[in-house]
């Protein structure tokens, strides 16, 4: 009996989400369910659904009683096909019995997605981003402070009209009965009323009680224009950050002309519309120019970050990344000019970078750091060759590069992640794992070698027809021993060595022509140690 009494008493708490983010939705469910500040039931389909009953029915039937509706956000439900738009449809509908005071559906933005739905755009969201605690903090004080707003459930709905009803007759008799006491008391009253009011006229104490109690968040920073940063955008994508906090952080207030902007994280890019600090951002621009932005240095930031790639953001000075634990070693790190990659070992003002780290590790940015250098990037090479692949008509200046070759270490770094667009794609195939890299160096010992590389000539803009690209490659070689080594480069078509030769020295040709649609075309590389 008790435990029926308490079960009617809770908050209900309808839970959508993406199927894509069933474990981040999983954990939102678990951490209401302990909330020992306010009786809450979070309600989920896999958690509350039984065998055997009909799943579209008990969720409509359960958005429906709900006292509140929790809508995770991220790219997956915003902009998939499937039941998650139903049930945020649904609610939309059931908002619309709510009095404007109350509240009913709480967004929860759980990754870095734009929200364009025009009637969920006009509701405060919560977002989790930056930090799960302050994020499910920020979810439970909503649902505490407004579960007296919100619109009464049909279960209890003729016992409060009832009651208003018996309300309503007894507020009358006392307001006739208050009406009559002030009619005859007024006279008496005067002298105290116009005490009052010259005791309000003293306010020493509540002013101090109100500056006291008032914040400053980021919004009241001052600009200041000695702490100014200007940054030249070349036609096109551009890989940049702002290494300063600025009120002027909107995409539209710092470049009007921007065709986009994406960020990236958990393997996806996500438009958006402001630039934060600390993070890298693509943004393509129709014509070369530049913007300035002024406001308070940013010198340092620290994160943790998963195994694999980042697209991280500069500080305010020149600076060298330090990361822990140690053994956590940094594979590289690259940022893009001109239209292509270009490997680097400091972050600089503006810039953005991709870094690929082998392990969960926490990364430290500031300008104390020393330079400390935790990935190779020396040129130990005794030959190199490094192969582009450009657009032969067009006027974008976007490019993709590999690079094979010798050295005293094997060092294999795997392809970067393309910009959002991307004209055209080179990449080195490995036959053991069937991955795509970037950089493929092998240890020198072995009179041959060989490399498969893959070439799209089309990427992902154009017409929906054939494209032509140039692949042109450049030869480096050093000596070994104060010997001169003697090799050559074969180019060949396919995926097998001596298959169809296309170039019988790349010595003495340095480009050919690739044709066709969106889709990868192999070619073997064949290196032969003649003397050494």
């Excluded at 933005?109 to 799960?132: A, G």
């Excluded at 605690?133 to 459930?153: H, M, Q, V």
């Excluded at 070994?480 to 074969?490: D, Q, R, S, T």
């Amino acid at each position: 009996m008790t435990n029926e009494k308490e079960i009617k008493e809770k908050v209900r708490v309808f839970i959508s989400y993406a199927k894509e983010d069933k474990q981040f939705a999983e954990r939102i469910y678990k951490d209401l369910q302990k909330s020992d500040k306010s009786l809450i039931k979070p309600w989920i389909d896999f958690k509350d659904i039984k065998p055997g009953q009909k799943w579209s029915l008990m969720i409509e039937q359960a958005i429906e009683k709900s006292d509140f509706f929790i809508a995770l956000l991220s790219n997956h439900s915003l902009n998939k096909r499937g039941y998650v738009q139903k049930e945020l449809k649904i609610a939309l509908n059931q908002l619309e019995q709510i009095p404007d005071s109350g509240t009913y559906i709480i967004p929860v933005r759980i990754d870095n997605c734009s929200i364009t739905e025009t009637r969920l755009k006009s509701i405060q969201w919560i977002d989790i981003t930056e930090s799960y605690k302050d994020g499910i903090e920020k979810i439970k004080n909503a649902l505490n402070s407004n579960s007296t707003l919100n619109y009464p459930s049909k279960e209890i709905w003729s016992e409060a009209v009832k009651k208003i009803i018996l309300f309503s007759s007894i507020f009358t008799a006392l307001i006739i009965l208050l009406l009559f006491f002030i009619n005859n008391s007024r006279n008496n009253n005067n002298n105290y009323n116009e005490n009052i009011i010259d005791r309000t006229n003293q306010p020493n104490s509540i002013k101090s009680t109100i500056k006291s109690e008032t914040t400053i968040t980021k919004a009241d920073i001052t600009d200041h224009t000695d702490n100014c940063f200007s940054l030249l955008l070349n036609k096109g994508w551009n890989l940049v950050s702002i290494p300063i906090n600025s009120k002027k952080s909107y995409i539209n207030n710092i470049l009007k002309d921007a065709d986009v902007c994406y960020s990236y994280s958990q393997g996806y890019y996500h438009r958006v519309n402001s630039l934060v600090p600390s993070y890298g951002y693509w943004i393509r621009v129709k014509e070369e120019r530049s913007f300035t932005l002024c406001g308070e240095k940013f010198p340092i930031y620290k994160k943790t970050f998963s195994k694999g790639w980042h697209l991280i953001g500069s500080i305010s000075d020149v600076a060298y990344p330090i990361i822990s634990p140690p053994e956590s070693i940094i594979d590289c790190i690259y940022t893009y000019d001109d239209g292509k990659y270009i490997s680097a070992t400091k972050i600089e003002q503006g810039k953005g970078y991709w870094l690929k780290i082998n392990d969960k590790s926490d990364f430290l940015l500031s300008n104390k750091n020393e330079q400390n250098i935790l990935y190779s990037t020396s040129d130990d090479f005794f030959i190199k060759l490094e192969m582009k692949i450009k657009r032969k008509l067009g006027t974008t200046n976007q490019s993709s590069n590999v690079i094979v070759g010798l050295a005293k270490k094997p060092r294999i770094f795997e392809s970067l992640p393309k910009p959002p667009t991307y004209p055209c794609d080179i990449e080195i195939k490995s036959k053991p794992d069937r991955k795509f890299y970037f950089i493929d160096i092998r240890q020198i010992g072995e009179s041959s070698y060989s490399w498969i590389i893959s070439a799209n000539p089309h990427g992902n803009i154009g017409n929906p027809m054939p494209e032509i690209s140039i692949i042109t490659w450049d030869i480096f070689s050093i000596n070994i021993n104060h010997e001169k080594i003697k090799f050559k480069f074969v180019l060949m078509k396919g995926l097998k060595d001596n298959e169809d030769i296309l170039v019988n020295d790349m010595s003495k040709q340095n480009e050919i022509e690739v044709k066709g649609m969106n889709k990868k075309y192999y070619y073997t590389v064949r290196l032969s140690i003649i003397e050494s």
